[in-house]
């Protein structure tokens, strides 16, 4: 049974920091690429960072460079993403992402966990 799932969000004053952490089970983590999206009320989901499958490119959105950092542990069959100076917009349901292939493509989502960034 394929499995991803999401820890490690919560509540926390604009310029604090979260680490999420997605724990993969039921698939061969380690040859997948994963990828992290959020989505906000009412707003589009939308790719906040990716790493490729042994872990040497990563991506990030705009918005997020140089305060958020995605890291995978294979051995753990783990990613996560460390979110510094967070901001009120970076509010949003936290979702996990794996995929493989194109042509035949394979992906999986987790549920979210929620991020709320607030005063």
């Known amino acids: 049974q394929v499995q991803l799932v999401e820890s490690g969000g919560g509540s926390v004053q604009p310029g604090g920091s979260l680490r999420l952490s997605c724990a993969a089970s039921?698939?061969?983590?380690?040859?997948?690429?994963m990828r992290w999206y959020r989505q906000a009320p009412g707003k589009e989901r939308e790719l906040v960072a990716g790493i490729s499958s042994a872990g040497f490119n990563t991506n990030y959105a705009d918005s997020v460079k140089g305060r958020f950092t995605i890291s995978r542990d294979n051995a753990k069959n783990t990613v996560y993403l460390q979110m510094k100076s967070l901001k009120p917009e970076d509010t949003a349901v936290y979702y996990c992402?794996?995929?493989?292939?194109?042509?035949?493509?394979?992906?999986?989502w987790g549920q979210g966990t929620q991020v709320t960034v607030s005063s």
């Open positions: 039921g698939f061969s983590f380690s040859s997948f690429a």
């Open positions: 992402y794996a995929h493989r292939g194109v042509v035949n493509r394979i992906d999986y």
